[in-house]
């Protein structure tokens, strides 16, 4: 990923995140370079990151490379924790979506009962926490229980997801918010049924059907909120 694409992607996935309510003050996104250097979403809020000026350069261990030491979000660690758990990672959202944090707070894996949430897996496990992510530690130990799973939970504090590209990531996490918004929703009635790792397999493989939908929502997510007329500078 070069600097320049992932970049533009950046600050259009800022601006679809904040779009969706999937943050407000809280909440980034970030992006692995080619050189083992990561682009973060500052610390105000991805409404509010709307140039190269509002993003900071980190490397893997979080240390800052450029003179936007006061931008650097202190839940950084949740993004190094999954970037270095997985190569295949390139970003990683961190996000708050209504129905994700509310099914957080149930302290149990979200199944995917929706054909949009194969897209996170079959299950998505949570981080039974008591306060938020900020040591290299408990990125670790975020990541581990994440495992194979390109999402993770925080028990009541929301939700973060992976992607091979911004794309993927950002896309991943609108798809996450729908499945737990009709997973709760279903559940006032019955018992939602769910998928099973067999049919969420496909949906994982980088030749399955997730590059095209994925491809496809992200298109309608940047002309949605004009994400697409984003300047970089």
Not at 44 to 58: E, F, S
Not at 96 to 106: C, D, F, R, S
Not at 190 to 212: C, E, I, M, S
Request: contains cysteine; glycine residues 10%.
């Amino acid at each position: 990923m070069n600097r320049e694409d992932a970049l533009r992607d950046l600050l259009a996935g800022c601006a679809i995140l904040d779009g969706e309510r999937l943050t407000s003050a809280f909440g980034h996104l970030t992006a692995r370079m080619d050189d083992g250097t990561i682009l973060l979403s500052g610390n105000q809020g991805p409404g509010l990151v709307r140039t190269a000026g509002d993003v900071v350069t980190v490397d893997a261990e979080g240390n800052v490379l450029d003179d936007r030491a006061a931008l650097k979000a202190g839940e950084l660690p949740i993004h190094l924790g999954l970037l270095a758990a997985n190569p295949g990672y390139m970003s990683v959202a961190r996000f708050h979506g209504p129905a994700t944090l509310a099914w957080g707070t149930l302290n149990r894996p979200l199944p995917a009962t929706l054909g949009m949430g194969m897209f996170a897996g079959a299950s998505v496990p949570v981080f039974d926490t008591d306060t938020t992510v900020t040591t290299l530690e408990q990125g670790h130990a975020l990541a581990a229980v994440a495992g194979d799973t390109p999402a993770v939970l925080l028990r009541g504090f929301g939700a973060a997801t992976a992607g091979r590209t911004v794309r993927e990531a950002v896309t991943r996490a609108w798809l996450l918010e729908q499945n737990a918004a009709a997973t709760l929703a279903a559940s006032a009635a019955g018992t939602p049924q769910p998928f099973d790792a067999a049919a969420a397999a496909p949906f994982a493989r980088a030749d399955g059907p997730a590059a095209a939908q994925l491809a496809r929502l992200w298109h309608y997510l940047c002309r949605r909120h004009a994400a697409d007329q984003i300047q970089e500078d």
